[in-house]
């Protein structure tokens, strides 16, 4: 067997989770990100407490946490004509061990990145390099295939391959050559930040609307101690006929907010003014919104996929991330148990392809704002008492099914033993 680093494609959130978690179980690694520089792109993105729990676990602390983001306080739903639907503390309000994150998904990235730097060196991400497949040696090894900042191709042979190169992975493509193009729904997001005074809680996440046409939004800093305006970021999103596909060049695009402000003119009320926030935004990102259909294996031999490569989800239940970040923990432990192995590969796509595939298939279904299509069946989203629509128990216990298929059932996950116990590390091969 050849002794070689584990590769791993991609340097995303997910990458980088699985480079510090191979680090602190003392297993060489190198990422190869295509990038040739790392920037802090995006916008909002939560990590939900069993995410925060692992990012501890790996010595990410609260303090640095706090400079990338705040802790959520609330989670609500909130129906056209303003009154609320549902609502319910987060994080450490309601009870988990560990609070609930809203960052800034750029700088979150580059915190990790700098904490690898910080341990491996600046050799562990090898930038502007790209994984375009790889090669399955006979010695049970693998061999990444890589286009360099130059062009040239070259090979970097590993013992493991880690495919964590997000949406529109090279890896997958390769082992599921039949897969489907990428999924569409119909529904078109827009997103973008605007400093503004935050409502509720304060850190409040907020779904306003119907589940074809709602604004979702969420402080992701503290307050300004001089201003008291915190960076919000916010999701427009409208469903539209998909019959014809997506027709926009890319899955990403930079956008006027003139192009889409007037789906949500009159959306004003005392206490919130959705077309003012959205103007007030220097920049925005039109992005439909995608996902992939499952595959019943994310493993071939000495290659895994993980994250996005593996699940690439809507982000209605908010766990695109977090799930990235549980994977590589996952993927951590099994190599405490089986070493740098492929049947640590096995035992993690074992763990993790089955649930997490249906976790992608309940999010295209909406998620826990699938309680904005029950108002919406029901009285058309306009209601006095929401007691009247949807009665208490029925909304607990809606929300207590997703949670629970999510991962991040509040008793469970406080129970849960640590997915890495302090000072493991990865079980030498025989
Ligand atoms: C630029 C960017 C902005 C985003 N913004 C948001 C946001 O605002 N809100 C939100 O909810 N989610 C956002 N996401 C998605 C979110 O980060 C992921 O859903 C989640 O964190 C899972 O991360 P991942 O590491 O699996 O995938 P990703 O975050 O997609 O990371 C994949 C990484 O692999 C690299 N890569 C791709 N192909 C190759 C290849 N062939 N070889 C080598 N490297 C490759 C990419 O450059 C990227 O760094 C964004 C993703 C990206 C890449």
Redo the contacts with the bound molecule.
Sequence with gaps: MTVGPVII?????????TALTLHQIGVPCVV????REMRP??????LQPNAVRELYDLGITQDDLDRVGLPAKEWALVGLNGNDIYSEPRGRLAGYKWPQYAVH??RF?LLLYDKLVERIGPDSVRLG????GYRKNPDGSVSAL?EQPDRSAAEAAGRLLIG????????RAQMHPAQPPIHWGGAVMW?GTTWAKPIRTGASFVGLGTHRHRMVFYPISLPDPQTGLSMI?WIAEVTMDNAEGWKHSGW?RQVGTEEFVHHFEDWIWDWLDVPALIRQADTA?ENPMIDRDPVPTWQDGPVAL?????H??Y?TG?N??S??II?ARVLGAAMVEHGVTQEALAAYDAKLCGPVSQLVLRNRGAGPFGLLNLVDERCGGRFDDIDDVIPPRERAEFMAAYKAAAGFAMESLNKAPRTIPPGARARAAV
């Design positions: 494609a991609g340097g995303g959130i997910g990458g980088l989770a190869v990100e295509s990038v792109l995006g916008v909002g993105i939560n998904r750029g990235h390099s790209r994984v375009t890589i964590a190169d997000g949406i529109h992975s090279a890896v997103r970021n990403f990102f993980l994250g996005d490569a593996a690439a989800m982000p908010s695109g991330g799930q990235a994977d």
